[in-house]
Every structure is written in structure tokens, then in C-alpha cells.
């Protein structure tokens, strides 16, 4: 990258200021017909973030006034720089005790994060943030001890439908609904897994009263997918199966979004063995499968996701070989109507092995782990987008 820079500066005897970890991709042209003092602001058009890349091909005007202050996302492979409101990280309230391998909902006015692990202990408890509040409490507590749920909300419904359990990683098919409206009544059994097909760690996306539970963990990665219609959720035939993903993966992320359900990331069993594939069902359309989209830029399995301004954020993730903690701080933003991939800022405190969900305008990532594997942490923090 410097030595991109250092070129131009011998041939144009003239002071190129770029931001931060910037990259001006091979072959870029670069108008030097004016001098450009060190840190002075270049405009290419539009802000341009902190560690944005500008891809080959891209002119780059130095003539002109070029910030590149903004922390504004790089489209990835795109050769130029999309121009936008900023994106920023904040703290949240810190989580009573640690924790990961958590699901994370937001159900109504709240934010919960349920069951997972406390360092090697299991847990059952629910901890709740209402919107006003400036601390977390206890909400219902699980049926048992679960980690790595398959879990949903449903209008005023929470749904739990297969989950691991214990320190084998047991799968278990066992289906709860609570009724929030009701919440004393407790957690209600309904129409468990069907055996074969029983798993956690899946990915887990609500298109209208039906819960799509993708992939997941059973001995290892399964490529299975099946829907639940929650309208009838006593009844085992609400369970039906649907065509499998292209590969099998656990620890990644689905998210439902216009009448579609997407799913990106994951591994193979192992940790290590993450994966970049995006894929796309349309329910509408059973026989065509899914299909592939424009890839994940960094493979990772443990990620968080949800849609936030109509963008599939990912986040954090482990299976980092390059890091001796092992655990990702990117955080990157596909976009279904250009199918590209957008860099946003990274974690300040990475992590995986936790949920995403948008509560309160923001998107929201409570606990998970800050080391591969077993790490567990009580670090709230949200990604807001600034317009």
C-alpha cells in the first residue's frame, strides 16, 4: 500500500495524504496536478471511511478537496467508494454476569438474552433490558439449562424449537412457547423436533408465523432446513422439511428479509473450517432450492447477524487463524438490491458465539466470547447508524 504511495510521491514530487489504513488499489489514476498538503482533505465525490478501500480502476482527483474523516463503508470490490451516513459503535449496559452461546431477541420493548454458558457453568436464566432501563433483570427462566437455542419470537410469542444441551453438545429436538402476554403462565411444550432432524446452532429466521430453522449442529454440521408453522404449534405435522442447503454448516447466521430467507457464514463441525457462501431461499419457489449470492467477504463461523436500514449486517465470528485469540472484529453489510457487500467499522471489543437484533434503533450484540472457543463476556455494545 505504501509502496503505491511512495511511487507517486517520487514521480510527482508531490504530498498525497490518504486516511488511515487506507488502500488506493493497483492501477488507480491519480491526478498530482496540484500540491496537496500532508493531511489536507481530498474529495473523490463522496466521504470517504477510515480504511476504505478504493479499488482498481478508481480515478482519484487530487486537485480537489478529499475528506476522508468520515467513517463511511467501502463497497467490496467495488473500485469505489459509496458515499452515506456514518456508522458508529457505543457501549451498552454491561450484562449482570458473563455469557455466550446465548440466543438474543427483541421481544416487544425489551432485549433478552437467553440460556448459553457462564464461563463452564450452564445456564437457565433470562436477562431482560427494557427500553428505559438502565440495567438488566431477570425475565422467565428457561425450561432447563440450554445453550446454542433455536429461538424466535413470534408477535407477542417467544419460541424455543431445539437447542444443545449439556457439555457434549447433546441435540435435542424439545419445543417450548411462551406466551408474553402471559408470562406466569410459564414456558409451554409444543411439538418437538421431529427426532431425526433434531439440532441447535442453526440459523433461525420468522417469515410471517413460520419459524425456518437452517443448518445446524447434531454430531456435527447438517445441512437439513425445516419450517414451523407456529399457528398450529402443538401439532407435529406443523413441522415440515424443506430442500437442504448446498453444504452443511453450523454457527451461522439466517436472517428473513422481503418474503426471502437468507443464510451466510458457518462452519463444517470445525472451528476452523469456516466458510464465506451466502445463500437465498424463496419460499414462493421451493423447487429452485437456494441460490448463491454474492459471497461473505470474510469467511468466519459463531457470527452474528440481523437487518438493520434494509442491510444484512454480519458480525464479529470465530475461526481466525491469523489473531491468537481467534475471534473476528469485522463487521461487513450485504445489500439485496446491488448483491454487494459493504465494510463497516470494526467491534471495538470482538467477539462471537452470541446473537444480533435490532432494539431501540440500534443493533444490539450482548455477550458472547472474546477468545475462541470458551471466553465468555459480559460486554453490551450496539452499531448505530447515524443519518
Known amino acids: 500500500m505504501w509502496l503505491t504511495i511512495l511511487a507517486v510521491l517520487m514521480v510527482s514530487a508531490c504530498a ?3 486516511g488511515a489504513g487506507e488502500d488506493v488499489g493497483a492501477g488507480a489514476d491519480v491526478d498530482v496536478g496540484a500540491d496537496v498538503g500532508a493531511g489536507a482533505d481530498v474529495d473523490v465525490g463522496a466521504d470517504v471511511g477510515a480504511g476504505a478501500d478504493v479499488g482498481a480502476g478508481a ?3 487530487v486537485g480537489a478537496d478529499v475528506d476522508v474523516g468520515a467513517d463511511v463503508g467501502a463497497d467490496v ?11 458508529y459503535w457505543e457501549a451498552g449496559p454491561s450484562l449482570p454476569s458473563v455469557v455466550q452461546e446465548n ?18 457453568q450452564l445456564v437457565d436464566k433470562v436477562r431482560v433490558l427494557a427500553g428505559d432501563a438502565a440495567a438488566w433483570g431477570d425475565g422467565p427462566k428457561l425450561p432447563r439449562a440450554l445453550h446454542h437455542l433455536n429461538a424466535a419470537v413470534v408477535a ?3 419460541f424455543i424449537v431445539g437447542s444443545l444441551q449439556g457439555f457434549n453438545f447433546a441435540a435435542t429436538g424439545d419445543a417450548w412457547r411462551l406466551d408474553t402476554t402471559a408470562a406466569a403462565a410459564g414456558w409451554v411444550p409444543i411439538a418437538a423436533m421431529p427426532t431425526a432432524r433434531r439440532r441447535g446452532s442453526a440459523g433461525v429466521a420468522v417469515l410471517g408465523t413460520d419459524i425456518y430453522i437452517i443448518g445446524g449442529f447434531r454430531g456435527g454440521a447438517v445441512a ?3 419450517r414451523f408453522d407456529t399457528t398450529r404449534a402443538e401439532d407435529p405435522d406443523a413441522w415440515s422439511a424443506l430442500p437442504s442447503l448446498p453444504g452443511e454448516r453450523d454457527h451461522g447466521a439466517a436472517v428473513a428479509h422481503a418474503g426471502k430467507v437468507y443464510f451466510v457464514g ?9 466458510h464465506d457462501d451466502l445463500w437465498v431461499f424463496d419460499p414462493t419457489r421451493p423447487e429452485a432450492g437456494w441460490l448463491a449470492l454474492a459471497p461473505l467477504p470474510t469467511a468466519r463461523g459463531g457470527i452474528a447477524a440481523a437487518v438493520y436500514d434494509g442491510l444484512f449486517v454480519v458480525i464479529g465470528g470465530e475461526g481466525n ?14 445489500d439485496p438490491t446491488t448483491d454487494r457487500w459493504q465494510v463497516l467499522p470494526p467491534m471495538p471489543v470482538p467477539r462471537h458465539g452470541t446473537g444480533a437484533v435490532v432494539f431501540a434503533g440500534a443493533l444490539w450484540v450482548p455477550g458472547g466470547a472474546d477468545v475462541q472457543a470458551f471466553g465468555a463476556s459480559d460486554v453490551v455494545e450496539r452499531l448505530v447508524r447515524d443519518r
Not at 78 to 84: D, I, R
Not at 321 to 334: H, K
Open 224 to 226: 437439513e432446513v425445516d
Open 266 to 274: 458457518g462452519r463444517d463441525s470445525d472451528i476452523t473450517a469456516v
Open 16 to 18: 498525497v495524504a490518504g
Open 321 to 334: 487463524s491469523a489473531v491468537t485469540g481467534g475471534v473476528f472484529p469485522d463487521v461487513e453489510a450485504y
Open 103 to 120: 440466543a438474543v431477541l427483541a421481544v416487544g420493548d425489551a432485549l433478552w438474552v437467553m440460556g448459553g454458558f457462564q464461563n463452564l
Open 156 to 158: 407477542d410469542t417467544v
Open 59 to 61: 480515478d482519484v482527483d
Open 77 to 87: 470490490g467495488a473500485g469505489e467508494v459509496s458515499p452515506g451516513p456514518e456508522w
